[in-house]
């Protein structure tokens, strides 16, 4: 069974603050991708990571794929309070039914 | 171009009763997947659904069922409801015609069982 183990669960950090969320399995992935979700809203896309080692920037979020494709990474230069929500880490089966396997999410706060 | 939209927003249920929940996919998408996320945990596959058809299922038992239209939109159905139902039920369409399975979210029903 391929797992997703996401940490920290929890992050409460002050505005200006910079952090970084893990997503890690023991599996290869062929792509990863990274969702945010914000209360009483679904899950919102964010990036999809696919060559190994490779790092994509969206604006101040950046994002790395491991070498191995087993693990990524979210990091976040200078949190404001926009970025609070949860952040979600998911791969897709490549299954018949492509459906998507989310990890259990990081909570994020950024306080004024 | 128009988003996932999901009805009702919430809902409120006693054990034993039934509900269907309602999806409307995302203009040019084909494939509908329902999700169930509990509180404080990444949301956990149900089934999905393409060309009218269930494509794949999750560990879920046959008491919640589904169907897909042919304008794409679909329909969550769970008999018998139990107090661990209530859950924030989340609706994702996309394209199989797409590399990557990119999913579009709607905003969720929020079930509670009583």
């Known amino acids: 069974t391929q797992l997703l183990e996401q940490s920290p669960q929890f992050l409460s950090i002050q505005e200006g603050e910079n952090l970084t969320v893990y997503c890690n399995s023991s599996?290869?992935?062929?792509?990863l991708q990274w969702y945010r979700q914000e209360p009483g809203e679904g899950p919102v896309l964010l990036v999809t990571?696919?060559?190994?080692?490779e790092v994509k920037k969206l604006k101040r979020l950046t994002f790395q794929f491991g070498d191995a494709r087993k693990d990524s990474s979210l990091h976040i230069t200078a949190a404001q309070p926009g970025d609070t929500g949860l952040y979600l880490c998911a791969f897709d089966s490549s299954g018949s039914a492509r459906q998507l396997t989310f990890g259990s999410g990081t909570q994020l706060t950024v306080l004024p | 171009e128009t988003g996932v939209t999901q009805s009702p927003t919430h809902l409120i249920k006693t054990r034993g009763q039934q509900v269907t929940l309602r999806c409307s996919s995302q203009?040019?998408?084909?494939?509908v997947s329902w999700y169930q996320q509990a509180l404080g945990q990444g949301p956990q596959f149900i089934f999905q659904?393409?060309?009218?058809?269930?494509?794949g299922r999750g560990n879920f038992p046959p008491r919640f069922s589904g169907l897909q239209f042919p304008n794409y939109s679909s329909e969550l159905n769970v008999n018998a409801l139990e107090l661990d139902d209530s859950a924030l039920y989340l609706c994702a369409s996309s394209s199989r015609d797409r590399s990557y399975n990119e999913q579009f979210f709607g905003p969720g029903t929020r079930l509670t069982v009583l």
């Open positions: 990571v696919v060559t190994g080692g």
């Open positions: 203009s040019g998408h084909n494939t």
């Open positions: 599996s290869v992935f062929s792509s």
């Open positions: 659904y393409y060309r009218e058809e269930e494509n």
